[in-house]
């Protein structure tokens, strides 16, 4: 079947098979591999992406489900347009140390750019519970969730400018 698609800002259209799921359409047919697959069985968080603006684990999310949404990978996250910064909270975990062997980091950050934008004033209570659903088997979480704080606050200070 025939699904079409806002995919990081650009309107996509592609063959999928009914039981497609998203992180296969994103790593094999569309080469976007920047979404992770850990566990393929919904409770490691490496693939998460944004379908209308909101989290999912897009190893349990079939691509049919696609058709008429937006959808956001971490290719399309990016500072402000135009620049060829990278997004506020991509530039916290690298200042803050939030990463090590980077396998989970495309997946915290996605999780964690829209903890930050569904609630401006986070807590780092807010942070820990937001993030569990996401594994990492290298930080310990504590510099991840230090750099979320730091994403955070810089994206409020992003709109304010
Ligand atoms: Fe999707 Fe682990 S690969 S949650
Ligand atoms: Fe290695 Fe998180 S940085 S799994």
Redesign the pocket.
């Known amino acids: 079947m025939q699904i079409s698609f806002t995919l990081n800002g650009r309107p996509t259209t592609v063959e999928v098979e009914p039981a497609t799921l998203v ?1 296969e359409l994103l790593r094999e047919q569309l080469n976007l591999t920047g979404t ?13 992406v944004h379908l209308d603006g909101l989290p999912v ?4 999310l079939l691509a049919p489900a696609l058709d008429g949404a937006t959808l956001l990978t971490i290719e399309g996250l990016q500072g402000a347009p135009g620049s060829n910064r990278m997004h506020p909270m991509q530039e916290a975990f690298r200042e803050h140390h939030g990463l090590q062997c980077g396998f989970c980091t495309p ?1 915290m950050l996605m999780t964690a750019v829209a903890l930050a934008t569904e609630k401006p004033d986070l807590t780092e209570a807010d942070v820990r519970h937001g993030l569990e ?1 996401n ?1 990492c088997r290298c930080t310990g979480y504590q510099n991840i969730v230090v750099s979320v704080m730091a994403g955070a606050a810089a994206m409020n200070a992003a709109k304010g400018e």
Not at 57 to 60: A, G, P, Y
Request: glycine share 20%; hydrophobic share 25%; charged share 10%.
């Open positions: 992180a992770h697959i850990g566990c393929d069985t919904s409770q490691c968080g490496a693939c998460v684990k897009s190893c349990t997946g659903g594994i």
